[in-house]
């Protein structure tokens, strides 16, 4: 009878292995597709550049701004600036975070915090942190830490909301339990608080990211003497388009970067999502 089935194709470690290999043909073909867009999108600028259809003074052609990219690496200007950056980005967004979800995870927790906290937070969010920027330089100055400051301040809504969303949205029955088992105040914030609102909270910590990136850009436009977005506006303003064209890509490559790796910590931390 085995051996019937097997004849047949329904031998069961037969059919998972055939099963297993379509999985992995659609990933790689997922994977491709990922890759192949991009690729697609520059192929069509070359070619659009090239043929004189778009006017190669505002739209040079991705190879001349390659060659760009490399001359700036070699002289080291590059690196500076990146540098630069990515130190105010990193510094920024943990001084977003971290008391984005300290004070999330509070709010959500305690019911009076939430009431007297809410308010602030509700009034501040939709002023754009950008707006308040001429403030921030009066108050810290012109150097990095207006900077830090600034993405911070981005950063830290977004994480918060979606902090307290997540521990509101904690199945009562935890809290239930936790409280029943005497579960003290440290093991009830980092056992069950903290673990609950850790998939909406990483949503939020995602938003985050992309904020950083852009507040960067608009910060470092603005009484800044390096950094991408010293390089980004300093080369419009020369027409230089294809250094402005570099910088751009940067935030692009590092919006991308700093996605993929949150998303690879997300699948470590909570591998069933």
């Known amino acids: 009878m085995e051996k019937k089935e097997a004849e047949f194709g329904h031998d069961p470690f037969e ?16 994977q491709m ?19 004189g259809l778009i006017d190669v003074r505002f739209f040079p052609p991705p190879t001349a701004i390659v060659t760009t990219f490399w001359g700036m690496i070699s002289s080291g200007v590059l690196a500076e600036h990146i540098g630069v950056s990515l130190y ?12 984005g979800v300290v004070i999330g995870l509070l ?33 810290f100055g012109i150097g990095d830490l207006s900077k830090v400051i600034t ?15 997540g521990v509101i ?17 440290v093991n009830f914030f980092l056992k069950i608080a903290l673990p609950g609102a850790m998939p909406v909270m990483l949503e939020g910590i995602q938003m985050g990211q992309a904020i950083a990136l852009l507040t960067i850009v608009a910060a470092e436009m603005m009484g800044a003497t390096s950094g991408i977005g010293f390089l980004i506006w300093t080369s419009y303003k020369a ?18 970067l700093f996605s993929l790796l949150l998303r690879g910590i997300q699948k470590k931390i909570l591998p069933w999502r």
């Open 151 to 165: 993405i911070a301040g981005s950063v830290f809504f977004p994480v918060v909301i979606n902090t307290v969303a």
């Open 239 to 256: 027409f230089l388009l294809q250094e402005m064209y570099v910088g751009l890509i940067l935030i692009s490559f590092f919006g991308y």
């Open 107 to 139: 709010m959500g927790l305690y019911s009076p915090i939430r009431h007297f906290v809410s308010p602030i937070v509700m009034a501040l969010m939709p002023i754009p942190t950008l707006a308040l920027l001429p403030i921030i330089i009066i108050l």
């Open 169 to 185: 949205n904690i199945d009562s029955i935890y809290l239930d339990v936790a409280k029943n088992y005497g579960a003290g105040r």
């Open 88 to 99: 105010r980005i990193f510094l920024g967004f943990l001084l977003g975070v971290i008391p």
């Open 33 to 51: 597709l990922t890759i192949a867009s991009p690729i697609f999108l520059l192929l069509v600028w070359e070619f659009l550049s090239r043929t």
């Open 15 to 30: 059919v998972e292995q055939r099963e297993w290999r379509k999985r992995q043909t659609k990933e790689r073909l997922k």
